[in-house]
């Protein structure tokens, strides 16, 4: 028998296996992961075509350009930009630079399963707040309360939070962050492009908000896996130091660059999804009284009467979705708003099972 040399905690973890497998293959819509549902912009493509074209894979990558964009997209300096491999990486190396063995992490749950996960293999203590349970209102009040006896080393707040699509005001976001100066809160805006709600402007007032964000969603650049990470400029010199020189490859540092240098196909993108496509399904949610939660991103949290039968009939019909597998929320399903085409097919599947 062959011996497993893990660390006993890693060995306890229950790893985040989204069901990947096939959807790459899938001939549908795919609302199941909040892609954004369309390409991104041509320019992306026709920046990728010129790179690979000039021959220069053997080259290490630089990212002082792409710094620059970014700081000047996000309204700060530049020296206040890391940019990382995915928003997934910004996490692991905020985690890895901030927290330790034992150190105290305040999450609100439901939310992002890699948060815990990232608390696990470092063996920190989790305290998990769950949101309201009637409307899945962000718990503000009782981490307020909680920070009156306890000083965490991390506050995670999920900004909107995924899967509930609960905004946090930057109201609330002030509050606790002045309640806890010795405390770090990592802000995750990875929907930040439909929500418009963002901590950036506290960074002026307070040096312990570090925020993630993504080139996944609203730029359509999931599969090449860029994001990056916004902060005080001595925390992201710190942070900079556990990411390593060369983490985040070319191709993907050239697709950001692109995608920035088009922000009206991303706007376009986002105001179709948030302005004409989700409110024609939160009234066709509530035409045919199906309960679901007001959501500030490109997902709605919604409870139909037999999950299953929703969830076979849209797959049948090549229409994907995400059950939701967390405890309390067996019976929910979450579907990503696409374009307005794309959701009209929704509704018009979806009703069959009313007819």
């Not at 819509?29 to 990728?48: C, H, I, Q, W, Y």
């Amino acid at each position: 028998m062959m011996k497993n040399y893990a660390l006993k905690h890693i060995k306890n973890i229950t790893p985040y296996s989204p069901p990947l497998h096939g959807r790459l293959e899938f001939h549908g819509d795919l609302l199941d992961f909040n892609e954004r549902t369309t390409g991104p912009s041509k320019k992306v493509k026709v920046a990728l075509r010129k790179f690979f074209q000039k021959g220069k894979l053997q080259r290490y990558p630089e990212y002082v350009d792409l710094q620059k964009k970014i700081a000047k997209y996000a309204k700060v300096g530049v020296n206040q930009i890391m940019i990382t491999n995915g928003s997934d990486h910004g996490i692991d190396i905020i985690f890895r630079t901030f927290v330790a063995k034992r150190d105290t992490i305040v999450m609100p749950v439901p939310t992002f399963p890699m948060f815990i996960q990232y608390a696990q293999m470092l063996g920190c203590r989790v305290l998990k707040i769950p949101y309201n349970k009637t409307d899945f209102k962000f718990p503000a009040i009782e981490i307020l309360q909680l920070l009156k006896n306890k000083r965490p080393k991390l506050i995670v707040v999920c900004n909107p939070n995924n899967p509930t699509g609960t905004v946090v005001s930057i109201k609330e976001i002030e509050a606790m962050v002045r309640n806890a100066p010795d405390s770090i809160f990592m802000i995750d805006e990875a929907y930040f492009e439909f929500s418009r709600v963002s901590a950036v402007l506290l960074l002026n007032k307070f040096s312990n908000i570090v925020i993630v964000r993504t080139f996944s969603k609203a730029f359509g650049l999931a599969s090449l896996r860029i994001g990056y990470v916004i902060a005080s400029e001595h925390h992201i010199e710190e942070m900079t130091k556990v990411r390593g020189p060369y983490a985040v490859n070319m191709a993907a540092h050239i697709a950001a660059s692109a995608a920035l240098d088009d922000t009206e196909n991303m706007e376009m993108y986002v105001q179709e999804v948030m302005v004409k496509a989700k409110p024609l399904v939160e009234l066709f949610f509530k035409k045919n009284n199906v309960p679901f939660y007001e959501s500030g991103a490109n997902f709605i949290l919604f409870k139909p009467r037999n999950r299953q039968k929703v969830y076979e009939h849209l797959k049948n019909n090549n229409i994907l979705i995400r059950p939701q597998s967390t405890k309390g929320m067996e019976d929910m399903l979450r579907v990503s708003i696409g374009t307005v085409k794309q959701m009209k097919r929704f509704i018009k599947v979806y009703s069959q099972l009313f007819g």
